[in-house]
């Protein structure tokens, strides 16, 4: 098992900032962060590669980073300039089935619990 254990979700307001934290056991070829609204799909917004490589969805490019602490076993999702519609239960997500990274929900095996961010305007 790859257990992944999200943290840092708060509710905040607009134009605020906010990072999650997940913390994961095991190396995988590709974390990502991926958020669902209600009434939504999930979609990824985040990918980072086990070599460094990242990769952002339109709608948080400039915003949003992801970064990963390899002797922690922690991956980051710093949030800036949050909007009301960044709100979502956001959730980690490994993937080491594949060695490269994509946002796509059936690439990733293992999957936190989600931690919610709420923006207010």
């Known amino acids: 098992q790859v257990p992944l254990v999200e943290s840092g979700g708060d509710s905040v307001q607009a134009g605020g900032s906010l990072r999650l934290s997940c913390e994961y056991t095991?190396?995988?070829?590709?974390m990502a962060w991926f958020r669902q609204a209600p009434g939504k799909e999930r979609e990824g917004i985040a990918t980072?590669?086990?070599?460094?490589?990242?990769d952002y969805a339109d709608s948080v490019k400039g915003r949003f980073t992801i970064s990963k602490d390899d002797i922690k076993k922690i991956v980051y999702l710093q949030m800036n300039n949050l909007k009301p519609e960044d709100t979502a239960m956001y959730y980690c997500?490994?993937?080491?089935?594949?060695?490269?990274?994509?946002?796509?929900?059936?690439?990733?095996?293992?999957w936190g619990q989600g931690t919610q961010v709420t923006v207010s305007s």
């Open positions: 997500a490994a993937d080491r089935s594949n060695l490269d990274c994509g946002f796509a929900v059936r690439r990733f095996n293992y």
């Open positions: 980072i590669h086990v070599y460094g490589n990242t």
């Open positions: 095991r190396n995988s070829a590709c």
